[in-house]
């Protein structure tokens, strides 16, 4: 799977992850990311290959800026307040391998 840089600019209101252990590569596990405006991206993974779901809950509630999806991993700009209510801009990157993912208005 080739690499897919979108710009975002939507804040992360849920996050879902169905775990299906069925081989059958149409019943894979899903990752559901869901944002404010009401869209969605899907990501069909690999659970067995994937290890970064504890930071999951890092991206929920912040403004996404990118979202880039290669094959072994998600990576997420988002901006988040500091202490200073300051906004901060982090790459959260999550070691997730993705299947195949698409965008859901």
Known sequence: MSDNKSKVNKTCVSIVLCLNDNQDALN?????VKFDDGTRIRFNIDIENSFDFDHLSDILFTKIKEVDILEDYISFKVTKFNDNDLYDIKVIRLNIKVLSFYWRA
């Open 28 to 32: 894979c596990s899903r990752l559901i």
